[in-house]
């Protein structure tokens, strides 16, 4: 709001990384997500992301979590694949965090290859031994350029070891007020200025060094340290808790498919900008908004994040409609 | 019902203190609540409480539980998130009683001073342990000035133990027919008289202290030991188990609501009572017979609670609309 320059061409964006539907494509080329996330506290957020990945149109979503968090997750959905292989530090003894640590590793990396893109971070919880265990598992992901989105815990994780992100063009972090807050403060070691709320965003991204930032508010403004974009078109008044598993689970799936396009030979298309984490941050904006309007007008002060999903498919639809 | 000068203008009192909703509030703001309940054998009971917190609007509903019931409980829906904190006597040597109770209360302190409202009560069972756990968290939420609505079993303890609530003005007691008389007996030391009902009523909250009582029935008779007040618009018939729960975690959503507006001085207001556990009582109570008289027209005798806590947002939004 207040700066319509900025404003993305969303619509367009959203439509023209949204790939065709041909029956000839096999399972798994429409994406294939993992979920980082879900411990003996939190199991709502990654069922969130992941279902929200599907429900877009990946073909796959996988959530890996903590053997307490995992048939919960399970129990929501048997949509989803979900690998009990996280633990926390309450049932580890010191002496065999190493091979814990080498076997959660090796089983993650039996997938990680299959993966087009990671979200790190809902519902993880703040247990010491398994954010060590998913600081290796994002350091795999980046050895093998896939992409990670971090949000929640996952960016508390991150702003106290910006080494994990850093210079990874392929990174996206979506902090929300408060988790924008401890990013500047530990980044740029300042306050948030939102007389500056661009330059102080720009500065950050270059600071932390190529990484996509979606910083979420009332409007969503985005940058990679060189271009700066906003969302704004309307959503709803209504801030329950999930909606930002929503939102990093869809930036996973147009992520995916924004990297398609722009690797793919084919396809000459005047889309801008061209960074694919960029596009997939401004459609998956877009699209949140669009299917929290819809909840809202039929569920009002009732609407809930599973109201919301399930407008997702019916909003992506008006605007790319598959045939 | 035979004294309408009692009758709240609850509709009136229900829309002045339902907070606007504005795009520019982030995630928290219309309300984050805590129930304390949930145990090897009750998990209806604390997910009825918690998810029509979410219904009403609030943007967070949490529930600390037992190890047992929380995955059942987190089963129902990922929208709350839930602690399996909690432990009952069987699971616990007695030389280990004190160590787990400072662990339980470290991690209800951890989250204690972002609570809007507990409910304490719903499927709490009656664990001598697990009770004695309990009354420690509502000394800490008293210390932390956090409103307690004190329900089912809750009611059981406080019964025995007044003082936990002995001169605590944000308290408010939600008794049914036996807890009531329990109480009376308890405190009055005497047997209830219906033909001196508002007297009686009266009695009981100035001698506890302060305290708010909402005294179910018929017609539903809320005190904060100066005032009366009745709520006696038609409900429904049906007299399912649960439904209890919806008022409780109705009352702490509006009572933090009637915080907010009492506390704001923005908002000057000629609202009538002036107490927010008052006003959240009437402005729950009148929720409640609303949902349940739209959800028995369509159910009948197979109205559940489940189908109540469905019209909860739409008669929610008949009495005050989102725009």
């Known amino acids: 709001m207040g700066e319509p320059n900025l404003e993305a061409a969303a619509e367009n964006i959203l439509r023209a990384i949204t790939p065709t539907l041909d029956p000839s494509k096999h399972k798994g080329q429409a994406g294939k997500i993992a979920v980082i996330g879900g411990c003996r506290e939190y199991t709502g957020a990654p069922y969130f992301a992941a279902i929200t990945a599907l429900k877009i149109g990946a073909d796959l979503s996988h959530v890996f979590c903590t053997k307490d968090a995992a048939p919960v997750i399970k129990s929501y959905s048997p949509e989803i694949i979900v690998h009990p292989i996280l633990e926390e530090s309450y049932s580890v003894r010191d002496e065999d965090k190493k091979s814990i640590l080498d076997k959660v590793l090796a089983e993650v990396d039996k997938w990680m290859e299959r993966f087009d893109c990671l979200v790190v971070g809902p519902g ?151 960074n694919p984490t960029m596009l997939g941050c401004i459609a998956a904006s877009t699209l949140l908004r669009k299917a929290a309007s819809h909840a809202f007008n039929v569920k009002k002060r009732s609407t809930l994040t599973t109201d919301i999903i399930e407008y997702l498919g019916r909003s992506l639809d008006d605007i790319s409609p598959v045939s």
């Open 124 to 274: 993880l919880g703040r247990d010491p031994f398994l954010l060590d265990c998913v600081s290796e598992i994002m350091k795999h992901a980046r050895q093998s350029n896939v992409p990670i989105v971090v949000d929640g815990d996952g960016l508390f994780l991150v702003t106290n070891c910006l080494d994990l992100v850093s210079g990874y063009p392929l990174a996206v972090l979506t902090p929300n007020v408060n988790e924008y807050k401890r990013l500047v403060q530990k980044v740029l070691r300042c306050e948030v200025n939102d007389d500056d709320a661009i330059g102080q965003l720009l500065s950050l991204a270059q600071q932390i060094g190529g990484v996509t930032i979606l910083r979420k508010g009332k409007c969503d403004l985005i940058t990679d340290g060189e271009t700066v974009t906003s969302v704004s078109i309307y959503g709803s008044p209504r801030r329950c808790g999930g909606q930002g598993d929503i939102l990093s689970g869809s930036v996973a799936v147009f992520t995916s498919w924004a990297r398609q396009l722009v690797s793919s030979s084919d396809r000459n298309t005047s889309i801008s900008p061209r």
